[in-house]
């Protein structure tokens, strides 16, 4: 069964301190990974598409890394405004999206 | 700012009701998707539609149903309501299976 999982559920970092989120996943035929941000009470808002092992986005503090087996979203010296809740999607090959539970992610001034 | 419209922001209800959600996807997107967010929960996916047909069907109760219309925007009617329909109901666009667009959603109060 394809599955996607986000690790860990929750992280709290200092600001400054940088980290990484993980997303495996198990599907047949990956065809795009997909990153969202999620505020409190807010629509997910889109990050990055990933499409093929090796592949690399940035965006600011954010970079996102895929394998054959998951997908880490690296953030460096987070700032407090980079709280938010952290998800992951995969889209398989029938092209149904599975969505990970996220990762809730606190930074501490 | 996404481009993807819901309204409306904010609905309160009683139980046994029946409400329509509405969302107007981004200029150019075929595809609008459904999803339901309890509290401090993940994202529940409902329904899919591509133009107009019903491209797949995810969690949704039968008591939900939704459409698109010839000029792409979608509804989703929510029938019979009860206290654990309670939720963030988010709409999301894409171009054909491409990344989706989220709504600002519509928060559900069902008392």
């Known amino acids: 069964e394809d599955q996607v999982t986000q690790s860990p559920e929750a992280l709290r970092l200092q600001e400054g301190e940088s980290s990484s989120l993980n997303c495996s996943y198990t599907?047949?035929?990956?065809?795009?990974l997909f990153w969202y941000r999620q505020d409190p009470g807010k629509g997910p808002e889109f990050l990055f598409t990933l499409y093929s092992a090796g592949e690399e986005k940035e965006k600011e503090r954010l970079k996102a890394t895929l394998t054959k087996k998951e997908s880490f979203l690296h953030i460096t010296a987070p700032k407090p405004e980079d709280s938010a809740t952290y998800l992951c999607a995969v889209l398989d090959s029938n092209y149904q999206l599975i969505w990970g539970a996220g990762t809730k992610l606190i930074i501490k001034p | 700012d996404s481009g993807v419209t819901q309204t409306p922001k904010h609905l309160i209800t009683a139980t046994g009701q029946r409400v329509t959600l509405r969302c107007s996807p981004r200029?150019?997107?075929?595809?609008v998707y459904w999803y339901q967010q309890s509290l401090d929960q993940g994202l529940q996916f409902l329904i899919h539609?591509?133009?107009?047909?019903?491209?797949a069907k995810g969690n949704i109760l039968e008591r939900f149903s939704a459409q698109q219309f010839p000029d792409l925007h979608s509804e989703l009617n929510l029938s019979s309501l009860e206290l654990g329909d309670s939720a963030l109901y988010f709409c999301a666009s894409s171009v054909v299976a491409n990344e989706q667009f989220f709504g600002p959603g519509t928060r559900l109060t069902v008392l």
């Open positions: 539609y591509y133009n107009g047909e019903e491209r």
């Open positions: 599907v047949s035929g990956l065809r795009g």
């Open positions: 200029s150019g997107d075929l595809s």
